[in-house]
């Protein structure tokens, strides 16, 4: 700053101006220059333009340094309200759409997940999946506009192979049929961390439809799944004041007639005790799902 100290400026004015222009220095990076340009002219006017001095009261005195602080004080709000203008905005680099559609934010823990979210690219709405069972072939079609969360954690599960060779493991008829967690030998298996409960998404547990099995807490579901062969109400979200009331999440439906025959004669079977739930649910003899295939994703 003392480089920019010129001949007829004041120290009082000249510590101001210091003050000033450091505080505003960081900002603007031209107003140092500014206020250079501001106290040449000054000095310049003052210089070729007063009249020869004369004695008076206003010659050196007070007033005539105040008047030269006001003067300079004025000049630079100028130059600050000239230079305030801010710089145009950088324009934002412009994203291209994520391919993975992201849920929409609601009321409560979760939110209201994927109620008008777009799919993602090459991906369609409603997968096909191909069960082929000790008992025959069964079509399942999927939601994935509704349950996106649940439909790409089974989808997972049954591209990896995890679903191969494994048993139903309850069956109660007319009511519901549930696999995906036992081995053909009864061993359970290891799974993938649980997936976030979709049963507000407005799908009911009616016969024929798909959902997810799970535990007391609301947002266990891992690999175990059920088809509903009845209506059964009792398993539709109601709310989240209590983890019952969350229900069960329904993700696809059977697809045809043959399918759901298949499976209402799977769950005829005898059946015997359940150990773990104490429960006549278990069947008495394997039945098996041999292979699934994902027909179209």
Known sequence: MEGWRLKGCSRFQYSVISEIAREFEPKRGSFVESIR?????????????????????????????????????????????????????????????????????????WGDLWKETPMAAGKSE????????????????????KAPLTVENFLVYAKSGFYDGTRFHRAERGLRL????????????????????????????TRGTLAMARRAEPHSATSSFFVNLGEQPSLDYRGRTRPEDWGNCVF???KDAASLAILDQLAAVPVVQDPSTGRATAPAQALLIVSVEVVAE
Do not use: Q, Y
């Open 178 to 205: 549930d696999a995906g967690r036992f081995d053909r030998d009864g061993k359970e298996l290891a799974v993938r961390a649980p997936v976030r409960c979709e049963s507000d998404n407005g799908l009911l547990n």
């Open 126 to 145: 409603t997968p096909i999946v191909r069960l082929v069972t000790s008992e025959g072939v069964v079509t399942l079609e999927l939601n994935r506009r």
């Open 37 to 109: 340009c501001i106290l040449s002219l000054r000095h310049k006017m003052e210089t070729d333009m007063r009249p020869e001095p004369t004695p008076s009261f206003f010659h050196d005195g007070p007033i005539r340094s105040a008047f030269r602080l006001a003067f300079s004080m004025i000049l630079i709000g100028i130059v600050m309200a000239g230079c305030s203008e801010s710089p145009p905005p950088t324009p934002k680099s412009e994203t291209a759409p994520s391919s993975v559609a992201a849920t929409r934010k609601g009321p409560g823990t």
């Open 252 to 254: 696809g439906r059977v």
